[in-house]
T-cell receptor, first 110, second 115 residues
């Protein structure tokens, strides 16, 4: 069966520090991969999606970047975090019709 | 532009009552309509889904009603329980392509079931 791993679960980082969140998927090949951000009590904001290795599409220009170095690995990065980067970050994957989410990373920038 | 519009934003229902959440879409290219349930601090989990060639799908206490001509669909939770208290997202997806994002989510409904 397919599983998605996302880590860390929580992260507290100072303003101006770098960020690296990692997501890996097991049990499937060539999935579409997604990074979403969710502010407290709000909806899902699509940040990046990828349809293949090295293929990244950005939905919202911002202080973040994404990379897909391997078929089932998706990384969300920032060189310098801002206070506004705080939120709940979710990785998701899909093969055809449904998206499956990881457990999320709660990022607090202080 | 919000591709999928969801209402209400929040909903309070008595235990045993019926919870109804509504969604509407415009893009007729959508061909799959899943609903997700999210508990605090967790990722959304797929709850139930429907294709546009079916007007209704029922799984236990959860039912999706789909109106293709009106481009609307709704989630009904029968005999609502306190354990159903969560945020619910509707979504619409289309056949995946090599370039385009295929998923569009509603803005979510926070459901509270009062004992």
């Amino acid at each position: 069966s397919q599983t998605i791993h996302q880590w860390p679960a929580t992260l507290v980082q100072p303003v101006g520090s770098p960020l690296s969140l990692e997501c890996t998927v097991e049990g499937t090949s060539n999935p579409n991969l997604y990074w979403y951000r969710q502010a407290a009590g709000r909806g899902l904001q699509l940040l990046f999606y990828s349809v293949g290795i090295g293929q990244i599409s950005s939905e919202v220009p911002q202080n973040l970047s994404a990379s897909r170095p391997q078929d089932r690995q998706f990384i969300l990065s920032s060189k310098k975090l801002l206070l506004s980067d705080s939120g709940f970050y979710l990785c998701a994957w899909s093969v055809y019709t449904e998206a499956f989410f990881g457990q999320g990373t709660r990022l607090t920038v202080v | 532009q919000q591709q999928v519009k969801q209402s209400p934003q929040s909903l309070i229902v008595q235990k045993g009552g019926i919870s109804i959440i509504n969604c509407a879409y415009e893009n007729t290219a959508f061909d799959y309509f899943p609903w997700y349930q999210q508990f605090p601090g967790k990722g959304p989990a797929l709850l139930i889904a429907i294709r546009p060639d079916v007007s209704e799908k029922k799984e236990g206490r959860f039912t999706i009603s789909f109106n293709k001509s009106a481009k609307q669909f709704s989630l009904h939770i029968m005999d609502s329980q306190p354990g159903d208290s969560a945020t619910y997202f509707c979504a619409a997806s289309m056949v995946p392509s090599n370039t385009g994002n295929q998923f569009y989510f509603g803005t979510g409904t926070s459901l509270t079931v009062i004992p």
